[in-house]
């Protein structure tokens, strides 16, 4: 039996696809297929944080009914598989069933039941989530919560991944020792929320925060370097960000996802923060962390963002001088507070444009910018991919997150180096090994 899969979204959906894959595989017997015309099962992970991708969803699924084998099933499943559960079924009759995000643990349950729709977000799916499919590589992905407690006023998330569950200390400790065990060095700790861990377990147990947790998982000899994504700017406490800078474990690099830097906007999207509290945690986490890399997520043209809001955010961009920026335009979403909105405060289209392409361009520049000041540096690199021959070369991420090669040296998958970075080629970083 062959299964064919395909992944949208977040690195939740990676993982809970990862989580598909190894339940199917066990339990089921199938086995992984990149041809979708000779799989016995389609899987499509869905994710429905901003309308387009939702929209592509039916076509995708007419074209895989057209060419599946005879008897293939096809399952719909992910984020937009928890927020239109059985109307995927009337309007894509070709679909056999609907496993929502929270339900992911159901899935060779429902492959048998023809037409099952499993949506709850109430369904307690924290102590399920962690089989893995052989071939772990070096890094890992590990889940510490599920769902999400917060009423940002534009995300879907809440809706389509119900509430925020911790999962419990020893789970997460005993699955990163075998991770360990396996060979992984470096594991990326998942969750809505992730510095937010600890406000609800499912039952009784020890209470530790997220600070905690980073100081009990780095306690793993095998484990050499711990990532995490996506904390809250709201949750990043001095403990915490202590935590970060000491902990000789954790990556230099952190997501702070923005989504505004108006203060005004951030209010009406119930961020929970200011300008001043972000920009604030900013300077805290440089001051600690000099070299640390930051990312973020910004959206524009939210409802009522004016020219003077919109200029707040780029004043952020300009004094932050992010590393990676995922910027979005506004995507009004069902089930959302700001989907209720009246249309005058919607910002028309092209505005909405023209800001996302200001937006970009000046993050363009920021970052050749700080690429030029790259050269001489020195970076810890985990090397995760090899070339032998003519052009042979060594690959892998600094702590900062940023991607380098080291051309002429073929080191060993999992070897972590020193690095001096020689060229920027087009924004690509290349380097030298420093022994
Ligand atoms: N419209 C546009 N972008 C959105 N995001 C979440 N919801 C929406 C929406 N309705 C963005 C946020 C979030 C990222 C995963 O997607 O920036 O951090
Ligand atoms: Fe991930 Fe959110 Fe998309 Fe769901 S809706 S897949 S949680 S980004």
Same mark, same amino acid.
């Given at each position: 039996m062959k299964l064919y899969i395909e992944t949208l979204g977040c690195a939740m959906n990676m993982r809970d696809s990862e989580h598909m894959i190894a339940e199917l595989k066990t339990k089921e017997g199938y086995t992984l297929t990149e041809d979708a015309k000779e799989a016995d099962l389609i899987l499509i992970n869905t994710c429905s944080v901003r309308e387009k991708p939702e929209r592509k969803l039916f076509?995708?699924?007419?074209? $895989?009914?057209?060419?599946? @084998?005879?008897?293939?099933?096809?399952?719909? =499943?992910? =984020?937009?598989?928890?927020?239109?559960?059985?109307?995927? +079924?009337?309007?894509?009759?070709?679909?056999?069933?609907?496993?929502?995000?929270r339900n992911i643990s159901k899935i060779s349950e429902v492959i048998h039941r023809d037409k099952a729709v499993e949506v709850g977000v109430d369904y307690d799916d924290s102590t399920y *989530?962690? #089989?893995?499919?052989?071939? +772990?590589?070096?890094?890992?992905?590990?889940?510490?919560? +599920?769902?999400c407690d917060k009423r940002c006023a534009y995300c879907i998330v809440p809706h389509t991944r119900g509430k925020e569950?911790?999962?419990? %200390? #020893? !789970?997460? !400790?005993?699955?990163?020792? @075998? %991770?360990?065990?396996?060979? *992984?060095?470096?594991?990326? !700790?998942?969750?809505?929320? *992730?510095n937010n861990y600890g406000v609800r377990f499912s039952s009784n147990h020890k209470m530790i925060n997220f600070?905690? !947790?980073?100081?009990?998982i780095s306690k793993i000899e095998g484990i050499k370097r711990i990532r995490f994504t996506s904390p809250h700017p709201l949750h990043m406490d001095d403990e915490f960000l202590e935590? $970060?800078?000491?902990?000789? @474990?954790? =990556?230099? =690099?952190i997501h702070m996802p923005l989504q505004s830097g108006s203060s005004k906007i951030l209010k009406s999207m119930r961020r929970g923060y200011t300008k001043e509290w972000y920009l604030n945690r900013v300077a805290k986490l440089k001051s600690l962390v000099p070299h640390v890399g930051i990312g973020t997520d910004i959206i524009v043209a939210f409802p009522g963002e004016s020219e003077e809001d919109f200029a707040h955010t780029m004043d952020v961009l300009e004094s932050v001088q992010f590393d990676t920026m995922y910027s979005f335009i506004y995507s009004p979403r069902p089930h959302t507070e700001s989907y209720q909105w009246g249309k005058e405060s919607i910002v028309s289209k092209e505005v909405a444009s023209k800001r996302l392409a200001i937006l970009q361009d000046k993050h363009k520049?920021?970052?050749? #910018?700080?690429?030029?000041?790259? +050269?001489?540096h020195l970076h810890e690199v985990l090397i995760e991919n090899i070339k032998h021959g003519e052009d042979s070369f060594s690959e892998g991420r600094s702590d900062t997150g940023k991607l380098i090669k080291i051309p002429q040296e073929v080191l060993k998958i999992? #070897?972590?180096v020193n690095v001096q970075i020689s060229q920027n080629e087009g924004g690509s970083l290349i380097g030298r090994c420093i022994k």
């Open positions: 076509s995708e699924i007419g074209q $895989f009914a057209l060419i599946k @084998k005879p008897h293939a099933k096809i399952g719909i =499943c992910g =984020c937009t598989a928890s927020h239109m559960g059985e109307e995927i +079924i009337k309007k894509a009759p070709s679909v056999n069933f609907v496993l929502g995000a *989530v962690f #089989d893995t499919a052989g071939n +772990i590589g070096i890094k890992a992905l590990l889940n510490i919560s +599920i769902g569950i911790s999962i419990p %200390l #020893d !789970l997460i !400790l005993s699955e990163a020792e @075998k %991770l360990a065990q396996n060979g *992984v060095k470096e594991l990326m !700790l998942l969750g809505q929320n *992730v600070a905690g !947790l980073l100081r009990e935590e $970060f800078a000491s902990n000789p @474990k954790i =990556c230099k =690099c520049t920021i970052l050749r #910018d700080k690429a030029k000041k790259e +050269i001489g999992g #070897d972590i």
